[in-house]
């Protein structure tokens, strides 16, 4: 099945205006399940509740509040909200060039593949003075009522948009209190160097699957032929505290691999 664009705006930086579609790159494979009644199987639904009462409450009738600090509980109307949610606009606003190492990875947040919409000429221009100049763009937009701001970068030739997390989303290593405990010494160094070697390898992403989810899915489906299933819980070696023994252990399994 061909992707389907899921919103469209317009690369723009100087004069130059660039109408794209945005296509997700990535795709939730999570395995929902349907919330039932134990007896009679029939489908339950959510429902907001009165503590004080038991009493479910309509929708209508909520209001949102922001709980402070100091444990106050501030109110909004939803008119409020709205007047302070950003303007609509297409724009993909290109507000400068930077080199591809700039951006700490830590920002990433979601790839969205650029298609172009209409005006193939403006888009393939794009993608020539993105791979001539080996620049990536730093963008802002609003899709949906909210702003964004991204990396408009190639990927094998096809451009991408990517939405940055902002700055108050990222933890700094300032937080982190530094590593302790005593250094390796020159057999532990060595071993560990060793281990690195032997697992050097290419990244292969079709190698890695969501095992939890590719089990529960066999379950189903089994369930659904009406099989009897017995599930067999995936038994991990327990980690051993000792480094050296956790180094000589791993080397002495990768030699029976290799």
Known sequence: MAARAMWKGVVRFGEVRVPVKLYSAVQDRSVHFRLLHGKDRSPVKQAMVNPQTDEAVPFSEARRAYRTDEGRLVCLEHAELEELEPEQTRDIEVISFLPPEEIDHRWYSRPYYLGPDGNEDAYFALIEALQRNGREGLARWVMRKKAYIGALRLHQGYPMLISLRHDEEVVSLDTLNPPGGTRLDAKELDMAQQLIGMLEAPFEPEQY???????????????????????????????????????????????KRA
């Open 209 to 255: 699957h969501d095992e939890y989810r590719e089990r529960v899915m066999a379950l189903i489906e089994a369930k659904q032929r009406g099989e009897s299933v017995k599930v067999t819980p995936i038994r991990r070696p327990e980690p051993s505290d000792d480094v050296t023994t956790a180094l000589e252990a791993s080397l002495k399994g990768g030699r």
